[in-house]
């Protein structure tokens, strides 16, 4: 049985080396190419800090994250959910950055990706179709996925188009809760990442990707 887990995460801002924090983590799962419907991970996080301008990406506001848990309240639930999986990601480092930043402040050695695969989606589309925008509303437009509901960038509603995506670009027929024809099986390479390794295993942007990446929040 393969297992997938589509994550996104919403956060105060760009480096949590400047002491951004995560705000929001959502997760779908996928089983055997079918998006399954009553497992999903969805969390609102306390940051210790104001969410500043990142409001206007996800309207998430300080009022709303008064008293939700912390990071550290919820990691175990969390870490529990993504055990062993394959993690889908839309630019894997930025995620797994704050994620694994967050486990770091709480003192633990592990990586997220020390315990799960990790497939960049971004990765796998500029593989497919070099050049141009690889961004999440460029691939709904690409792939005629509805993507109305998201006037505002939130993470589960995000992992759940970047499911439906995924599964549209690596091939197949499918519908939201896998009703459909999936004989078409995708040929995307995925390897483990060593836990020994002090990089993620992910293919990073070049500069050129890394200005476009500046400006990410302006046209994804």
Do not use: W
Request: hydrophobic share 35%; charged share 30%.
């Amino acid at each position: 049985m393969e297992r997938l887990i589509v994550l996104d995460t919403e956060t105060t801002g760009i480096e949590p080396s400047e002491g951004h924090r995560i705000i929001e983590i959502g997760c779908t799962e996928i089983i055997n190419r079918e998006i399954t419907k009553d497992n999903e991970y969805h969390q609102y996080i306390q940051p210790d800090r104001l969410v500043g301008d990142s409001e206007r990406i996800h309207g998430i506001k300080d009022t709303f994250l008064k008293g939700k848990p912390k990071f550290e309240e919820i990691a175990e639930e969390f870490l529990d959910y993504i055990e062993g999986a394959t993690l889908v990601i839309h630019n894997a480092p930025f995620d797994l950055g704050f994620l694994n930043h967050e486990l770091k402040l709480m003192g633990a050695e592990q990586r997220i990706e020390d315990n799960c695969t990790i497939i960049d989606s971004l990765e796998v589309s500029k593989k497919q179709r070099p050049g141009g925008m690889h961004n999440l509303d460029t691939l709904c437009r690409r792939f005629e996925i509805d993507a109305s509901e998201r006037t505002v960038h939130g993470a589960l509603l995000d992992a759940k188009i970047l499911a439906q995506v995924y599964l549209a670009m690596t091939g197949g027929q499918f519908n939201l809760f896998g009703e459909g024809d999936d004989t078409q099986k995708s040929s995307v390479s995925i390897s483990k990442v060593d836990s020994n390794r002090a990089q993620i295993k992910v293919i990073f942007a070049n500069e050129a990707e890394l200005k476009e990446h500046d400006t990410y929040f302006e046209h994804s």
